[in-house]
């Protein structure tokens, strides 16, 4: 039987208030379209996409740790230059419910979960009040090395960037308070995104995929352990095989 075209399998929630996006920016990154009108998700729908992680495709270490500092949140650990083959990583994509309602069914979904995307619209302020809310529940189900990113969603509605005495600009939350916000609240960085036109989402995603990539080298996951929420492709989720030795696996594919 022929191996799978992804080296590590990752689980993804994204997580945040009702109407803030996440299910336009998991259709954006899933099958690159822009869809207006989108029905109220209910519980939790899926998506995956194949991405490359690590070298060759990653970024230098310092241009990485430069762009972290600029976006706001934690430093980029020091990277291990390689030779190995280029890696790639199956996201499998849980896009969960913002409502209240729901709440209590989405928190489920938090377990076994390696990475998150917690997002609000950045067009309403109330939006980013309730962030803190999201990772407390996050960070009190899911494992203590989960990695998070905040986004702020629905740039294109702000048309002149930070400028807020632009005319029809709809921001409510700037640039530095979310900024101000990840690095309080040890988040690894924050994004502004569209769904809409596309830009800065498959960044957002890349972002958190490269750092989970970065924690397997560290050892932090138990690829036996399918609580883990990282698998490889084996039997029983683990890939008999080093690192440094693996054979490429494919190139990087589309929404599956």
């Known amino acids: 039987m022929s191996s799978p075209p992804w080296d590590y399998i990752a689980k993804l929630v994204c997580i945040g208030d009702s109407g803030c996006g996440k299910s336009s920016l998991t259709i954006r ?15 939790v729908e899926f998506g995956s996409r194949i991405v490359p992680v690590g070298p060759p495709h990653s970024k230098p270490a310092v ?9 706001g949140g934690l430093p980029e650990p020091p990277r291990v230059v390689s030779n190995a083959p280029q890696k790639h990583m199956k996201l499998s994509l849980w896009d969960t419910a913002g409502q209240e309602t729901y709440k209590s069914v989405t928190r489920s979904y938090f377990r076994g979960a390696s990475g998150a995307l917690l997002v609000f619209d950045i067009t309403r302020k109330a939006t980013f009040s309730h962030v803190t809310d999201w990772l407390n529940d996050l960070r009190a189900i899911a494992d203590p090395d989960i990695v998070v990113i ?25 640039r ?13 960085q924050y994004v502004e995104t569209s769904a ?22 560290a050892g932090k996951y138990d690829l036996n352990d399918r609580r883990s ?3 490889g492709p084996g039997p029983g989720g683990a890939k008999q095989v080093k690192l440094a030795t693996d054979t490429n696996k494919g190139a990087a594919g589309g929404c599956c």
Request: aromatic share 4%.
């Open 29 to 43: 990154l899933c099958e690159g379209r822009f869809s207006p009108q989108h029905d109220v998700t209910i519980g």
């Open 63 to 71: 241009a990485a740790a430069s762009s972290a500092s600029e976006g």
């Open 150 to 174: 905040l986004v702020g969603n629905k740039l294109d509605q702000t048309q002149s960037g930070d400028d807020d005495a632009a005319p029809n600009n709809k921001r409510e939350v700037t």
């Open 176 to 188: 530095q308070e979310a900024e101000d916000w990840a690095r309080r609240n040890g988040v690894l």
């Open 196 to 217: 809409k036109s596309g830009e800065n989402v498959e960044e957002a995603f890349m972002r958190v995929a490269e750092r989970i990539f970065e924690n397997i080298n």
């Open 229 to 231: 929420g990282v698998k």
